[in-house]
């Protein structure tokens, strides 16, 4: 494939960035002019100063931490990957994503998944995640600037994805939403919110939940005349619980 003009390409040498084929680039490394990369093909190879660097797509991670904007927090790559893997749902499914907030469970949902329609209260969300969307060039993500609490208008609902204040009161019209076996996921801050959610399920058609907590903890490795390995001191102790119930 092709570098077209002005089209998202990662740089990849001993640091990345994300960069658009079009005029100068200046880093920590040196300079790069971007636009005589337009023609070239994925995988050319540059030197910047002394340093080898090769032209790359970016992946939806890349995009997510490096060229989308933030504003209410966001449901991390780790945690959102683990909706993937306890739910198992795949390329065909639909998924109701409330809030969009920043969009970054939107944009990545939608690289596994078939369609994604996100719903946003606040306008001011709905266009700084309508930017990120429409920036991440996918098309399978419909945005609503609409209040969640107000309907859930999508039927025989694969999966439905709550990120918002006072979810369990969403709990009925996600039921009415799901298709039998189709997942609830609802991601808390706080045990109290876990408590309230739970109360709910077990109110109504769902499988018991299933509380997970996805901490990671990355390392450090020095290599040189004495190599040494470690963890790094600093973590994210917390991001959110996962809450995964399946409708009945
Ligand atoms: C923490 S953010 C969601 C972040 C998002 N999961 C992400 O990964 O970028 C919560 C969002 O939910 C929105 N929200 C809260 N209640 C809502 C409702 N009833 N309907 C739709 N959006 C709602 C808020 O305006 C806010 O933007």
């Given at each position: 494939m092709r570098i077209k003009p002005k089209q998202q390409i990662l740089l990849l040498g001993p640091k990345s960035y994300l960069v658009r084929a079009e005029g100068r680039f200046d880093c920590e490394y040196g300079s790069v002019?971007?636009?005589?990369?337009?023609?070239?093909?994925?995988?050319t190879k540059i030197k910047i100063d002394k340093y080898n660097f090769s032209i790359v797509q970016p992946t939806v991670t890349d995009f997510l931490f490096k060229l989308a904007k933030r504003a209410p927090q966001v449901i991390l790559p780790k945690d959102a990957a683990t909706i993937l893997a306890v739910t198992?749902?795949?390329?065909d499914a639909v998924v109701v994503d409330a809030?969009?907030?920043?969009?970054f469970l939107s944009l990545f949902l939608a690289n596994y998944v078939g369609k994604i329609y996100t719903y946003e209260k606040k306008k001011e969300f709905y266009k700084l995640a309508s930017r990120n969307i429409k920036n991440s060039g996918l098309k399978n993500i419909s945005i609503k600037l609409a209040d969640i609490s107000k309907g859930?208008?999508?039927?025989?609902?694969d999966l439905i994805t709550l990120d918002l204040e006072g979810p369990e009161k969403i709990i009925k019209l996600a039921e009415k939403a799901l298709k039998a076996g189709g997942w609830l996921v609802v991601y808390c801050l706080h045990v109290e919110e876990v408590q309230a959610v739970c109360r709910e399920l077990t109110k109504r058609s769902f499988t018991e939940p299933r509380i997970v907590e996805n901490l990671q903890r990355n390392w450090q490795i020095h290599v040189g005349k004495r190599t040494w390995t470690r963890p790094?001191?600093?973590?994210?102790g917390h991001t959110g619980f996962l809450v995964f119930a399946r409708k009945i």
């Open positions: 002019q971007l636009d005589k990369l337009v023609g070239k093909a994925f995988g198992g749902i795949g390329r809030g969009t907030g920043s969009s859930i208008k999508e039927r025989n609902v790094k001191s600093v973590m994210l």
